[in-house]
């Protein structure tokens, strides 16, 4: 028995009886800075140097006379007002990005609130059932590849009216992930708790509240989370054809308008409001879900 | 005929095209406060018998009288510890007798009252510390402390436990069988228990039910322990009749009934 110590410490020790090899201690490099702070800075620090290399590598790709892309500095110049002024009000179609953020959240909230309760209770009652699943379950594995916009020229035919039909469209895009993975939450229910439900005689509401839901929580909330994304993605692509005042009919207008200054600006607008509806989703999942995963 | 009264009950799956006979002809009389063990072979149908019992599942063929009446479907008079204590994990310790209580007492007690009998229960176990505790916060025996005050809460006319520790360690094993033996002395509940272990079937019951191996197991011997109660694992260790006892389980066990490895 050898007790090889720290020789090489990388090689895999070829399968050796007994070998104790004590690693060096790592030495603790890096800035003396209270936890926090540290934490803070590996987080944030490495994303900040690869937009800056980003936005470097774009103002020396863009900056050729007649190219037909803005640089970044140019984006600056021309729309900082934009970035700096969310909420500034100077005519009824004059107004901060801001706002026409959350006009566009507004309908979100419409559509995918009702997607989400609807969706819930559906894909309830159908995990609860062998016979739904398999007759609905390929419908709905098909519908929920449609696009959004395909639903569109539909849902204007049968609303007259572009507001409800937006909402309509992020309604069935988001409805489909919550439906099938309810669905998928209720049918992984262990039997155990079934049979606690069964000798305690809890009717099917007292069931749904109390057994189904909490236990199908991790599932639904994935299922919300990707609808949540879903929305956002169908809200901004309805808003540019259908108008209004959202944030989706500002890059259309901008378009039309040629200000692709603005236009760069409100995709990263878009993009942040959709980091942060994930975010969101994901951290009510995490704070509700706190204990159906443990145990 | 007995309190609880199980009279010529068969069971047979039915899967498709397949049919299993599990249980064939179980016939069982067991008066009110009797502790009973029910020990066979792994998959002999034992959590069958206790499920039909529970009304979590129909009988084939045959009857259950529980009391007087047909058992027929699940209910809090039938409380079930199951064996992997299925403690609703995203409820507290507290919240998960709570349930069981307010289902069954709602109308009965008034709020404080409730409150009180949850408490109690949860005594009765030594886990009043651990009300706000999340099962997920707790060890495995703690667990199975609170599935057994769940069940009691409920104030079942029978406690039916199907191999309540049978993931525990002996020291905790051990410990767990003096509590449920203190509260059967207490309470005097109808309790019926699944187990793999036969001193802990000689150490716990009135009667011991062995079951045949299946397919189509049946009771194969019931054997009477005539120890005084209250029962203390160390004296009884000597006892003679508890000697006599485990050697008569064993020998069904082992030399009549021996496992057979069942080709799956
Ligand atoms: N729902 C079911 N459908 C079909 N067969 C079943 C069903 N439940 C149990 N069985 C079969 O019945 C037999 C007895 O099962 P059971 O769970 O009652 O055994 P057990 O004695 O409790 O075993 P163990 O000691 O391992 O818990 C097994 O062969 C099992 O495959
Ligand atoms: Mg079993």
Known sequence: MSAVTQMKPQAPAPKASATISTLPERPRKGLALPGWANSLAVNTLPPLVVVLVILAVWQIAFSAPGSNLPTPTTVWAESSDLILEPFYVYGSQDIGLGWRVLTSLERVAYGFGFAALIGIVVGAVIGQSVWMMRGLDPIFQVLRTVPPLAWLPISLAAFMDSRPSAIFVIFITAIWPVIINTAAG????????????????????????????????????????????????????????????????????AWNSSRLTDIIVALVYIGVVGLLLDKLVGFIGRVVTRGTSEA | MGYLNISHVDKTFVTGSKRAEVLRDIRLDIAQGEFVSII??????????????????????????????????????????????????????????????????????????????????????????????????????????????????????????????????????????????????????????????????????????????????????????????????????TDPTYLKARQAVLRFLYE?????EAAE
């Open chain 2, 256 to 260: 009549r009934h021996r496992f057979v």
């Open chain 1, 186 to 253: 209720v049918r992984n229910i262990p039997q155990d708790y079934r049979n606690v439900a069964q000798v305690l005689r809890l009717n099917h509401i007292e069931f749904f509240f109390k057994i189904m839901v909490p236990a199908a929580a991790p599932y639904i909330f994935s299922g919300l989370r990707i609808g949540v994304g879903l929305s956002w993605l169908a809200i901004v692509a309805a808003e540019m054809l259908t108008g209004g005042v959202g944030i989706g009919f500002f890059i259309w207008d």
């Open chain 2, 40 to 237: 066979g072979h792994s998959g002999c149908g034992k959590s069958t018998l206790l499920n039909l019992i529970a009304g979590l599942t129909d009988v084939t063929k045959g009857g259950i009288k529980l009391d007087g009446f047909e058992v027929k479907a699940p209910g809090p008079d039938r409380a079930v510890v199951f064996q992997n204590h299925s403690l609703l994990p995203w409820l507290t310790v507290y919240d998960n007798v709570k349930l069981a209580v307010e289902k069954v007492f709602r109308g009965v007690k008034n709020k404080a009252e409730r409150h009180e009998w949850i408490l109690h229960n949860l005594d009765l176990v030594q886990m009043r510390h651990a009300a706000d505790k999340r099962p997920g916060e707790i060890s495995g025996g703690m667990r199975q402390r609170v599935g057994i005050a769940r069940a009691l809460a409920m104030e079942p006319k029978v406690l039916l436990l199907d191999e309540p520790f049978g993931a525990l360690d002996a020291l905790t094993r051990a410990h767990l069988q003096d509590a449920v033996m203190d509260i059967h002395a207490r309470l005097g509940n109808t309790m019926i228990m699944i187990t793999h272990d036969v001193d802990e079937a000689v150490l716990l019951a009135d009667r011991i039910v062995m079951m045949t191996n299946g397919p189509a197991a049946t009771i194969g011997e019931v054997l009477d322990v005539n120890l005084p109660r209250p029962r203390e694992r160390i004296s009884a260790a």
